[in-house]
C-alpha cells in the first residue's frame, strides 16, 4: 500500500515557476516508477511526465518537454515536478501517481497507475 500526498500547487503569473512535491509513505517507494497528470476543467486527465523507480529514465508529455522536470528522491520517499515557463493552459489539478509498470520511451496510462494522489491545484494566470 502506497499513500500519495501532494504538495505546491497554487497561483503563478504566465511564465512563472512552481514546484509540486509528492510524498509518499510506505517503504516500496523505490520499486514503482512514479509520474504526474493534470486534468483541467471539462477535460480528459492527462499524463504530464514519468520517472523511473532509480530515475535514470524520464519521459514527458510533448506540451511540458522542455518546461518541466519530473525528479524523484528515494531516500525521502519523494517525487518532484519542477515547472517552469508556466502558460495558462498548465491550469490544472495535478495528480502524482504510482505506476505497477514502465517502458522506455513511453508514458504512463491512467490504468496502469497503481494508487494516486488527491491532487494539488495550479493555476496559471494570463
Known amino acids: 500500500q502506497v499513500q500519495l500526498v501532494e504538495s505546491g500547487g497554487g497561483l503563478v503569473q504566465a511564465g512563472g515557476s512552481l514546484r509540486l512535491s509528492c510524498a509518499a509513505s510506505g517503504r516500496t517507494f523505490s520499486n514503482y516508477p512514479m509520474a504526474w497528470f493534470r486534468q483541467a476543467p471539462g477535460k480528459q486527465r492527462e499524463f504530464v511526465a514519468r520517472?523511473?523507480?532509480?530515475?535514470?529514465?524520464?519521459y514527458y508529455a510533448d506540451s511540458v518537454k522542455g518546461r518541466f522536470t519530473i525528479s524523484r528522491d528515494n531516500a525521502k520517499n519523494t517525487v518532484y515536478l519542477q515547472m517552469n515557463s508556466l502558460k495558462p493552459e498548465d491550469t490544472a489539478v495535478y495528480y502524482c501517481?504510482?505506476?505497477?509498470?514502465?517502458?522506455?520511451?513511453?508514458?504512463?496510462?491512467?490504468?496502469?497507475?497503481?494508487?494516486w494522489g488527491q491532487g494539488t491545484q495550479v493555476t496559471v494566470s494570463s
Open positions: 501517481a504510482a505506476a505497477g509498470s514502465w517502458a522506455y520511451g513511453m508514458g504512463i496510462r491512467s490504468d496502469d497507475v497503481d494508487y
Open positions: 520517472i523511473s523507480p532509480r530515475g535514470s529514465s524520464t
